[in-house]
């Protein structure tokens, strides 16, 4: 199986930045669509964004639209998650998580194949 781990979580003043990593540690990772999700305390998860095999498509919550970007390096079997302009509001564990299924799009974390420990994020006001 992919085991992933995430990284780069911690704490940041509003407006700020950080970059999460999510590594894999599995041999087939380019296989794999990636996506990252969040779930701030007393909330359920929630979809943030997403990437295909090769990097070439992306897709995006509104709440990350224009702040955050994602993208992949395959042969360091790693995806990252840049996030600008960081609000109170996205305080959350982050949670890298990843499928095969044909369709790359999947926004349901119930389709996930497998996820991460998540990495907490703390933005303060």
């Known amino acids: 199986q992919v085991q992933l781990v995430e990284s780069g979580g911690g704490l940041v003043q509003a407006g700020g930045s950080l970059r999460l990593s999510c590594t894999a540690s599995?041999?087939?990772?380019?296989?794999?669509?990636v996506g990252w999700f969040r779930q701030a305390p007393g909330k359920e998860r929630e979809f943030v964004t997403i990437?295909?095999?090769?990097?070439?498509?992306?897709e995006y919550a509104d709440s990350a639209k224009g702040r955050f970007t994602i993208s992949r390096d395959n042969a360091k079997n790693t995806v990252y998650l840049q996030m600008n302009s960081l609000k109170p509001e996205d305080t959350a564990v982050y949670y890298c998580?990843?499928?095969?299924?044909?369709?790359?799009?999947?926004?349901?974390?119930?389709?996930?194949?497998?996820w991460g420990q998540g990495t907490h994020t703390t933005v303060s006001s």
């Open positions: 599995g041999r087939t990772f380019d296989r794999y669509v």
């Open positions: 990437i295909n095999l090769s990097g070439g498509s992306t």
């Open positions: 998580a990843a499928h095969s299924s044909g369709f790359w799009n999947v926004r349901n974390p119930l389709r996930y194949d497998y």
